[in-house]
């Protein structure tokens, strides 16, 4: 059999360990220390918005991987942050984003989480680089978090856009 080398292990809640007190932290502190693999708990409990998980664990992704130690790209460079599988898989609107930054000569550092497989290689790979984008462009409520602490962690500048439809 092949074995798994995950980049990292997320440990999330559901409401009935979140009940009964379970101590996630704790748990991910020893699944780390015994596996010497990275833990990240986002504190979910199943009773919220998938929005509310999806905030914290992009935002834990950044604290945790993205180097502080990093340049600025010498050409214009941009991540999107808050692109998810729940809401951009199946309209190609992702795919049309990273095409459409490309066509205009603008590199994407990174995408917090989904893969574009022309640009920024693996997703952890790409997180780490994040702090070396000219600009951020957040495009759910998922990624404001992260946005706001690029933005004081590098200076990046960040867009907030939305879709906008006919009236």
């Given at each position: ?44 409990n ?22 502080t130690?990093i ?11 808050g ?39 693996g ?11 000219w ?30 439809g006919?009236?």
């Open positions: 059999t092949k074995k798994k080398e995950p980049d990292f292990i997320a440990v999330c809640g559901s409401p009935m360990p979140m009940m009964t007190g379970t101590d996630f932290d704790a748990i991910g502190e020893r699944i780390e220390s015994e596996s010497g693999i990275p833990v990240l708990t986002p504190h979910t199943g009773m919220h918005s998938y929005l509310c998980g999806e905030s914290q664990a992009i935002d834990m992704l950044a604290r945790r991987f993205c180097k130690d340049e600025k790209t010498e050409k214009i460079s941009a991540n999107i942050i692109a998810t599988p729940l809401d951009f898989s199946l309209n190609g609107s992702f795919s049309s984003m990273c095409r459409c930054l490309n066509e205009a000569g603008i590199d994407i550092v990174s995408t917090f989480t989904m893969k574009d497989n022309t640009t920024c290689g997703l952890l790979e790409s997180v780490k680089k994040a702090g070396s984008a600009v951020n462009l957040v495009v759910s409520y998922g990624g404001l978090k992260t946005a706001e602490y690029l933005k004081s962690q590098f200076g990046t500048p960040y867009l907030c856009g939305v879709p906008a006919k009236k």
